[in-house]
């Protein structure tokens, strides 16, 4: 089945440590996204890919930082991480609808703990 | 600023009857909206779009209304199961632009 696979479902890192999150897709959408969500919060965007072109939003801390070397995967980066960037990180993708809007398929998350 | 508001209290109700939730959102005009479900430690299911010239929009058990005067959609589940328990996000997006803007989520727990 086509889908989003985000690695690892968990991780642990030590404040100030640098980590990488993982995602990949088999859908072979064209526009790939990274949301942070604390508990009981609304995911929240920190940017998206648009094939290569990367798309930041305004308010996304400089220590978040992402990579798409290719239409599968994509990955972000977290500088010096922060006890306030213990979230679930979502990756979704969505086909490009050419102004029209289109569904978002997201990955199951991984979780960051941060000692 | 924009703003989208669920009900953050959780919505109990018993398993055949029809679960609403609501959407309301301010300084806000958007062009589409999107339901999803998202289950605890899963990521977001995509269940519904709309569009602002669509009034109603039907999926099976599902319906969503968009009232872009009110600002309000409400989303209908009919024949409740205990298997709809879950939290159901609804997500804002302009034209032209893919990004979408997330509520907070309601969550929804049907008894047997």
């Known amino acids: 089945d086509a889908m989003v696979i985000q690695n690892p479902r968990y991780q642990v890192t030590q404040f100030g440590k640098p980590v990488t999150l993982s995602c990949s897709q088999t859908l072979n959408h064209n526009v790939m996204y990274w949301y942070q969500q604390k508990s009981s919060q609304a995911p929240k965007l920190l940017f998206h890919?648009?094939?290569?072109?990367?798309?930041n939003e305004a308010d996304t801390p400089d220590n978040f930082q992402s990579r798409r070397p290719n239409t599968s995967f994509c990955f972000l980066d977290i500088r010096s991480p922060g006890l306030g960037d213990a979230a679930m990180y979502l990756c979704?993708?969505?086909?490009?609808?050419?102004?029209?809007?289109?569904?978002?398929?997201f990955g199951d998350g991984t979780r960051l703990s941060i000692l | 600023s924009q703003k989208i508001e669920q009900n953050s209290e959780a919505l109990n109700i018993q398993e055949g009857k029809t679960a609403t939730l609501t959407c309301n959102y301010t300084n806000y005009s958007p062009a589409y909206l999107q339901w999803y479900r998202q289950d605890p430690g899963r990521g977001p299911v995509f269940l519904l779009l709309i569009r602002e010239n669509e009034k109603e929009k039907r999926k099976e058990r599902l319906k969503v209304t968009f009232d872009t005067t009110l600002k309000q959609s409400l989303f209908h589940i009919t024949a409740s199961q205990p298997a709809d328990s879950a939290t159901y996000l609804c997500?804002?997006?302009?034209?032209?632009?893919?990004?979408?803007?997330f509520g907070s989520g309601t969550r929804l727990q049907v008894q047997p």
């Open positions: 890919y648009y094939d290569k072109d990367f798309n």
């Open positions: 997500a804002l997006g302009g034209t032209g632009r893919r990004a979408l803007t």
């Open positions: 979704a993708t969505s086909r490009d609808g050419r102004g029209v809007q289109q569904p978002q398929h």
